[in-house]
């Protein structure tokens, strides 16, 4: 078994973590009902590291584990202008749209619960946005955002 530094134990520390939700699901079976969980995490270093996942098990805490060792896995640089984003940018996924604009200082994060955990998570702290979409689906608003994430121009 390998030992892991002191610096290596610390990275790991520095992550937020946030469980933005939370599903159960229920298989009937000839045996009766069977129960699984999923989970959507979110995690984010606070400076300007980002990842989400969903973890899936049959169990809540092992769900959420698995979700966030997937998200630290998979996580994308933000770029930041100051405390705000660089430009108004629009998120797509599916029928999901999400229109980012970034904000003078002391504004706040101006978003709905998923927007607003994955924008602390990495670290920007004065946004607007508005949800354009015909969906309020947690999964779908997060993988909007992080579609917007990827099209800034630094």
Known sequence: MQKRSAK?????????????????????TKGGKNLSFSALVVVGDGVNQAGFAVGKANEVASAIRKGINKAKK???????????????????FGSMRILFKSASRGTGVIACGPIRAVCECAGI??????????????????????????NFKG
């Open 8 to 28: 290596a134990r610390s990275d790991e520390k520095a992550f937020i973590e946030k469980v933005l939700f939370i599903n159960r699901t229920t298989k009937v």
């Open 74 to 92: 998979d996580t994308v640089k933000v770029k930041h202008k100051g405390s705000t984003i660089p430009h108004q940018v629009i998120g797509k």
């Open 125 to 150: 702290k004065d946004i607007l946005t508005k949800n354009i979409g015909n969906s309020t689906n947690p999964i779908n608003v997060v993988k909007a955002t992080f579609e917007a994430f990827k």
